[in-house]
C-alpha cells in the first residue's frame, strides 16, 4: 500500500508503548496494533488528532507516502 | 432472526420439493422414453433426444372440435406443445457434459446454501466464508439453468428443422427453464452481499 504507517518510530521516539497510547487516546490496543502494522484501511481525523496530541507531532510524521512505481 | 430461520425452512423445502419433482419428472420421461423403445413395433434409435416444441395451428386450416359434456356442444380444441424426438448437432454431447457437472457442483452448492443459512442464524453474516458460500450456491444454480437453456436451444432448433407436422405451424422450442429474471436477481444480490461484505471489513479496518 502506499501510505506507509510509521507510528511505530513516534512511538519509540516518544518512549510510549502500545496498550499505554491505546488507553490515552480511547482506543482498543487491537485497533491500534491494525493502524501500526498498517492493515488499516482508513483513518478518522479524529484518531489522528489524538494521536498527534499525544504523542506531539504532525500528521506526516505517522503517514508517510511512498510511491510503488 | 425467528423470521429468517422460518424464511431459511421454507427456501430448503422449496428447493427440495423443486428438485424431487423434476427428478420425477424426468424419471417418468426416462421410462416413458425407455418403455416406448421396448415396443416391438416403434423404436427410437439411441442419438435422439427427446424435445418439447410450441405448435400453432395453420390459420387456413379450419380448427378440430371435441364434444363438451356439460355445453352439450362441439367445441373448438388446439394442441399448443407437441413430445417428440429429433437428432440435434453434435455439440449437445458438451452441452451434457457442462449439465452434468452442474449438477454435481449444484449438489455442494446446495450444501453451502445450507451452511450459509445456518451461519447466518446464528449471527455471523458477513464474514469472507459466506461471501464464498452465496456465490457458489447462486453460480452453480446459474450454470444448471444456462445448461438446460443451452439443450433446450440445440435440440429445440434442431427439431423445429427436422420436424413437420400436418395443419400446424411449429414456432418455437417449449420452454424448459424457469425465466431469466429470477436468476439475474439472484446474482444481483449475491453481488450486492459481497459488496456489502467489503464495505464491513473496510468499516472495521478504519480505525
Known sequence: MPIIVNLDVMMAKRKISLGELAERIDLTPANLSILKTGKAKAVRFSTLEAICKELDCQPGDILEFRNEE | ?207
Open chain 2, 1 to 207: 432472526m425467528k423470521k429468517f430461520r422460518i424464511l431459511g425452512i421454507i427456501a430448503i423445502l422449496v428447493m427440495i420439493a423443486n428438485i424431487t419433482f423434476n427428478f420425477e419428472d424426468g424419471w417418468s420421461s426416462f421410462l416413458e422414453g425407455y418403455h416406448e423403445g421396448a415396443r416391438s413395433y416403434k423404436s427410437v434409435p439411441d442419438n435422439l433426444y427427446r424435445v418439447s416444441l410450441e405448435v400453432k395451428p395453420l390459420e387456413s386450416i379450419a380448427n378440430d372440435s371435441i364434444f363438451n359434456q356439460v355445453a352439450e356442444q362441439k367445441v373448438p380444441y388446439q394442441i399448443s406443445e407437441i413430445t417428440t424426438y429429433a437428432q440435434p448437432s453434435p455439440w449437445i454431447i458438451l452441452v451434457m457434459i457442462i449439465s452434468a457437472l452442474s449438477m454435481f457442483a449444484f449438489i455442494f452448492g446446495f450444501y453451502f446454501f445450507i451452511r450459509f443459512l445456518f451461519e447466518v442464524s446464528k449471527r455471523n453474516v458477513f464474514c469472507e466464508a459466506n461471501v464464498w458460500r452465496i456465490r457458489f450456491f447462486v453460480y452453480s444454480y446459474t450454470a444448471i439453468i444456462v445448461s438446460m437453456e443451452l439443450f433446450a436451444w440445440i435440440a429445440g432448433g434442431a427439431a423445429i428443422a427436422q420436424t413437420q407436422i400436418p395443419g400446424y405451424q411449429i414456432i418455437d422450442h417449449a420452454e424448459a427453464s424457469p425465466a431469466w429474471l429470477p436468476v439475474i436477481m439472484m446474482i444481483i444480490l449475491a453481488e450486492c452481499f459481497v459488496i456489502g461484505v467489503r464495505m464491513k471489513e473496510e468499516q472495521d479496518l478504519t480505525i
